[in-house]
């Protein structure tokens, strides 16, 4: 269905065409200067050493999980409340997720859930900082330092984002990013990992490149994988990169419209706009409807006003695809009340004040049947 506000959209101007462009006048489409350009912006942005771009946020979690030894035999400790590409990646890298459940605030991991989730066999635990909303990075940090876990930070909703004024993606012993175009910049696929060591950055960059550590194309050191970012999709990233700062506080704007426009349905529930310790870069802007049954009639509902909304997220755990698993039912008592009830609204750079008011006014007036 095409709608006439939709969920998300990619802010693409002359800058980013004309960079593109650019590169296809070049014969250098694949492993080129412009993929050393990207990977060098995002390190002096987040202020690491090393910057591996790779194909999709997916590939980014599943090489990041090789390098830092996950394997068969092994537990990583994830969220269900996320995007289904996490657990994937636990499966994909041999290993098995665990589900742990989330902060109701945050909507983040709660490191008291994740305590209990640690066996002999856990060596992992990933991190999201879902929606934008940076993690309790602190006590997560603590909490694998004392039982002696990696901890793999997925940033891919959340560039930007800061806890304690420190960049989301320099707290893990790796980090990983996704560009999709729902993201708050795009390089249309693509990902990015983070490493503070040399050694990690060459692991990363062999297995994005079919396993080749030397210089020689058909030398391969082990088995790898084709995750490599075009030229094309490195100087689309440079130029979003470039242009964050500017493109989050558009997202910070409307968001702060919708809270004032939605501040007097008193049967929903508004994201907080501050947290403590945090700033936050905002992915997507989820509001909480009373119960399952209103969030689904407000969304069929909106859809038939041609305004499109995301049930963000469908905890994993629940999904036909993990009906099998051995973890597939743990009880996760706070993912299971919230997530029926999220619903996430139309959030753009350039989404309109006739757009937000459009949407706000839609809400209200379907909430009076609730
Ligand atoms: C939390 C999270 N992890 C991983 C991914 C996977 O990224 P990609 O779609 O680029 O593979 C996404 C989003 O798309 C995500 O939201």
Known sequence: ?????????????QAEIEAVTAVLRTPHL???????AFESALADYHGVPHAVAVSSGTAGLHIALLTLGIGPGHEVIVPSFTFIAVANAVI?????PVFADIDPVTLNLDPASVADGVTHRTRAIIVVHTFGIPAQMDRL??????????LLEDACEAIGATFQQQPVGTFGDLSV????????MTTGEGGAVLARSTAHAARLRSLRNQGRAGTKWLDHAEHGYNYRLSEI???????????????????????????????????IELPPSRLPLRTISWFVFVVRMPDGPARDRTQAQLASQGIATGRYFAPI??????????QGRPSLPVTEAIAPRMLALPLFNRISEQ????VSQALAEISISW
């Open 177 to 184: 990013f996704g560009f999709y175009p729902n993201k708050q």
């Open 317 to 326: 755990h629940l999904q036909p695809a993990w009906r099998n698993h051995p």
């Open 141 to 150: 940090r603590d909490l694998a330092d004392q039982h002696n876990l990696v």
């Open 233 to 267: 999709a490195c100087a689309l990233g440079t130029v979003q990169l470039s242009r964050l700062p500017e493109m989050l506080a558009l997202r910070e704007a409307a968001v702060e419209r919708y809270l004032d426009l939605l501040a007097d349905i008193p049967s």
């Open 92 to 96: 994909q890298a041999g290993a098995t």
């Open 355 to 358: 757009q937000l008011s459009e």
């Open 30 to 36: 694949s492993l080129g200067p412009q993929l050393n």
């Open 1 to 13: 269905m095409r709608f006439r506000i939709p969920l998300s959209a990619p802010d693409i101007t």
